[in-house]
């Protein structure tokens, strides 16, 4: 096979031609490349949903462990660090979409 690459520069004209066709395929054909991109979108939301539920369990055990040492359930400083940071990094959707995950994880305060 390493023979087979110097023996290529004839064979990149062959394959950049079937990568052009290929992509022009996809292009041409909206309904598979949405319906491709519609599949990615549906294994993130099964990977966000899977990361909010251990990031729920994680949150239940710092709450119990607070409070068994005497603490307060809700760390309000905390919770502003974590406010921050999703609004800085995903603007001001991002802030409501931490408030969802802090509602999620500890309940209503």
């Keep these: 096979m390493t ?3 110097p023996t290529t520069p004839t064979t990149p004209t062959t394959t950049p031609t079937t990568t052009a066709s290929t992509a022009t395929t996809d292009a041409s054909d ?3 490349v949405i319906g491709e991109a519609r599949e990615r979108i549906d294994e993130l939301d099964a990977r966000i949903i899977r990361l909010v539920r251990e990031r729920m369990e994680v949150s239940s055990r710092i709450q ?3 409070i068994a040492a005497g603490g307060r359930r809700v760390h309000l400083s905390r919770e502003m660090e974590v406010l921050s940071r999703f609004r800085a990094e995903l603007g001001g959707p ?3 979409l931490a408030m969802t995950l802090l509602e999620l994880s ?3 305060v």
């Design 106 to 108: 500890r309940g209503r």
């Design 3 to 5: 023979t087979t690459t």
């Design 64 to 66: 119990r462990t607070r």
């Design 94 to 96: 991002g802030t409501t």
């Design 30 to 32: 909206p309904e598979q």
